[in-house]
Structures are given as structure tokens and as C-alpha cells.
């Protein structure tokens, strides 16, 4: 073990107290917050949509809240610390790719549906098959997603805590499932809401310390915090240009094409992303949510910039893959270091970023688990199982039943994952999202000869294609960083599917159009495109 986790363990160690007492704080406040908001929850559109009363800000604050993850604050950390300009990457598509949900599918989502994806699937098709493909594929995107939440909490907590036995870090992923769980149960969408709008001001407040603290330290420079960075790399300049990742085989160069064809057009296709339209009372709220939401992602993207390079330059990449061979401890370690690793400065740091980050996790492990629990409940239950006949109250029963399946499947699952980098599973799960859900969205709100089979196809053979690849691919197996590491059945060279999964969904989208007997209705597709663009006969 390195001098530096050392530190760390013996810091943690040391002022234990001080990080129980931080976490227990929070989950105190934000169990406060979720208690508080339950009672308020009293029909289907509350539990769903949170009465749609939050304003354009609320909103926007609440989706920066379910945007920036783990994945964000630990992953891309650890993967610029350790790969540089290649690493930074990922916080440029996670970016870009709000322009995609801006312009597409933001203010027509909003003014098509009601709760769910499905919601706007089945408007003009066959409600019962296109609902169970959009609850089907709600429920993987958002189970893909969750494991990056959960190998994030592992690595935390067990930071901070010492603990190092594999027991103990699953007995940490459990607790996350547990209080997701609670969170979704009680408080609904109402809840969720508010504590992930508390949890946005925590994470930029937290890195907006840091990124000062990093630069106040290279006297505002950011050349020579870039420069440190490749110096104490030990690859030189390399550091700082593309390609120490993804460009030293035709292979890697392919699968940064794949990263960035998901990054880009996942955003779109994320449940828990899109049902954050509905909590809000207009179109034009909604995209006024989005625009608040670029711009707290943005300034938060552009301070992982002192997050990555500057753990770099303090940590060191054998420091921190010594802590975790992912590097999803690099910023964790980075608070540790920048407020002295041997004082009780950086052991406060330490403990204020590591609740901040654990804050980060919950708030959107519990936007995914709503996302899944409320198609299952709303699509599947309600309108495939009852055929329309359940009461709102039977519905939001359903929910909850099945957030706690869904948290035991992602407590399972999230074990698994927990030695692997949190940014790269989340880009897995954009993959899923961008193959299986974006076509069918798109196809549906702007092509007027998009049928049921269509919308199957699209549906089933995205979401296969991209599980499979994925399955098969060097993230589950045959590198010593796989979820299996010890065997190896990878056919599929890449470790994102998305250049292949992505246009095949659209193809198959296209293509089951083209050969299905069932003619459009041309009515109301006419229908749903003024509603769509107007927000006439929007709930």
C-alpha cells in the first residue's frame, strides 16, 4: 500500500469521528427532507412527477443534481489523473451531449408525455407491447447506470473507513441500496427532487474549494499545474496530448470513436434524465431547466480540470491506482493532500469531500431507482398487467415494490463492480440508453411512418445488441481490470459498443417500419406533432 493511502487510512483513521458525524448529518437531513416530502405525496402525479410544481431553476439544479454522479466527481477525476487529455474527454461528451437534449428532445417530451417514456411511445402505437419494450429498457439503462453509483460508494466509504476486505465493501454497497430504497419509497419524486438540488449546491461548492485550492497553489497558473501534471505522470508530454489511451492501436482509436458516439447522443435517451421534464408545469420551464442545467454542468465539467490534472500533479498516478487500480479515489486522496496529508486540515477535506461525494451517489441512486420503479409501475403494471384499470394508489404501491427489487438487483450487481472505473460504466450505460431509447423517441416524435414493429425492433434490438457486446467485451473479461478478470470469453474487441449498437438501433428502427403491415395513423401523429411542438393538451 502506498505512503499516501496510508495517509489517507491513518487521516480517516484519526478523525473518524468527525467523518461519521459529517455523513450522519447529511443522511439525517436529506432522510428529513424525504419524510417531509412523502407527506405531501398523495397521488400518482406526485409520486411521479412531484405535482409538477418545481420551477425552470428548481429543475435545472435538480437535473445537475441527477447528472453530475460518481461518475463525474470520482471517475473523471481518476481518469484524467491517470490518462490525461484522453481522460478529460469524458467531460467533454458528457457536456456536448446536452446540446442533443436541448434541441431534440427536451421541450417535446415534455408537451408528448405524462410520466414516462412510454407515455409518448404509446400515443400513436400499440400501447401494450410498446410500453413493456419501454419499461424493459428503462429498467436495464437505469440497473447499468446504478452500478456505477454502487462501485463508487464501495471505493468511498471503504476509503474512508478502512476498510479492506471484500466483505466489508459489499456491506457498504448494501447501505446504499438500503437508503435508496428509503428515499424512493417515502418521498417519491418530491423527495428526490429536493435532495438532489441540495446535493448540485454540496458537489459545486466542494469542488469549487478544491479547484481553488489547486490552483491557489500554482499561484493561479494553469500551465504549470498542466505541466506538473505530465511531469509527475512520468509520461512526459504524452500527458497532454490525445491518443495514451485511445490512440495507440486501430482497436483503442475505435473505441474512443464509441465513447464519444455515447457520451454524445446517451444524455437524450437516459430515463432519469428524461422524466425530469415532467416535474415541471411548461414547455418553456422545461427548457429553461435544461439551459440552468448546461450551465451548472459546464462550470463543474471545467473544474474537473483541477480535480484531474491537479491529483495528477500532488497525488501521482501510483498513489492513486495503489488506492484504487480504477482511480476512482483520486479526488478523495487529491482533498486529502491539497489540506495537508498529515494534519487534521486534510483529514476535515478529506471528510467534507468524501460526504460530499457520498451525497452525490445517494441523491442519484435515487433518480435512477425512480426512473425504473415508475415505468415498471406505470407502463408495465398499470397498463400492460392491469390494462389501464389500476387506481393511482395501486400504482404508487406498484412503484415501491418495485424500487425494492431494483435495489436488491443493484446491490447484487454493484458488488460485482465495484474494482471498476465509475466514468467508464456510466459511458456503458449512455450506450445502452443512446442504442435502444433515443431512436425510438426520435422515430416516434418526428417520423410520421414509425409503426409498433418499428418501435419493437428499435427497442429490443438496441438494448441486445449494446448488453450483449458489453457482456462479451473487455469490460466483463480477459484484462486484469474486467469485472471477471481471471477468465476470458471477450470476443468483442471494444469496451463500448456504442459504434455498433447505436446505429442499428436506428436502423432496426427504420428497417421493422419499412416491413411492418400495420399502416401509421397518420391522424395522430398529426395530433402528437402540435402537441409536441405547441404543448396543446400537455398535462
Known sequence: MSTLTLAAAGAASEHRPLIITLFGCFVVATLFITVWAGRQTKSAADFYAGGR?????QN???????????????????????????????????LVAWLVALLLVAEPLRNSGRFTMGDVLAYRMRQRPVRTAAGTSTIVVSIFYLLAQMAGAGVLVSLLLGITSDTGKIAIVALVG????????????????????VKAVLLIAGTLLITFLVLLKYGFNVSELLGRAAENSGKGAAFLEPGLKYGATATSKLDFVSLGIALVLGTAGLPHILIRFYTVPTAKAARKSVNWAIGIIGAFY???????????????????????????????????????????????????????????????????????????????????IRRGQATEQEEVRAARWATVLIGIVS?????????????????????????????????????????????????????????????????????????????????????????????????????????????????????????????????
Open 411 to 539: 446491490i447484487a450487481l454493484g458488488a460485482l463492480a465495484r474494482d471498476l472505473n465509475v466514468a467508464g460504466l456510466v459511458a456503458l450505460a449512455f450506450a445502452v440508453a443512446a442504442s435502444a431509447n433515443l431512436p425510438t423517441i426520435l422515430y416516434s416524435l418526428f417520423w410520421k411512418r414509425f409503426t409498433t414493429q418499428g418501435a419493437l425492433w428499435s427497442i429490443y434490438g438496441g438494448l441486445a445488441t449494446s448488453v450483449v457486446l458489453v457482456l462479451f467485451s473487455p469490460v466483463v473479461s480477459g484484462k486484469a481490470s474486467s469485472m471477471f478478470p481471471d477468465v476470458d470469453f471477450a470476443w468483442f474487441p471494444l469496451e463500448n459498443p456504442g459504434l455498433v449498437s447505436i446505429p442499428l438501433g436506428f436502423l432496426l428502427g427504420w428497417l421493422g417500419s419499412l416491413l411492418s403491415k400495420e399502416q401509421p395513423d397518420r391522424g395522430k401523429y398529426a395530433e402528437l406533432e402540435v402537441k409536441s411542438l405547441t404543448g396543446v393538451g400537455a398535462h
Open 60 to 94: 435545472g439544479l435538480a437535473i445537475s443534481g441527477d447528472y453530475m454522479s460518481a461518475a463525474s466527481f470520482l471517475g473523471i477525476a481518476g481518469a484524467i489523473a491517470l490518462f490525461g487529455y484522453d481522460g478529460f474527454l469524458y467531460s467533454i461528451g458528457f
Open 178 to 197: 438500503v437508503l435508496m430504497i428509503v428515499y424512493v419509497t417515502i418521498g417519491g419524486m418530491k423527495g428526490t427532487t429536493w435532495v438532489q438540488m
Open 302 to 384: 471545467l473544474m474537473t480540470i483541477a480535480l484531474g490534472f491537479g491529483a495528477a500533479a500532488i497525488v501521482g498516478p501510483a498513489e492513486i491506482t495503489a488506492s484504487n487500480k480504477a482511480g476512482n479515489t483520486a479526488a478523495p486522496l487529491l482533498a486529502l493532500h491539497i489540506g495537508g496529508a498529515d494534519s487534521p486540515g486534510g483529514a476535515i477535506l478529506l471528510a467534507v469531500i468524501s460526504a460530499v461525494a457520498f451525497a452525490t451517489i445517494l441523491a442519484v441512486v435515487a433518480g435512477l431507482t425512480l426512473a425504473s420503479s415508475s415505468s415498471f409501475a406505470h407502463d408495465i403494471y398499470a397498463n400492460v
Open 53 to 57: 410544481q418545481f420551477t425552470g431553476f
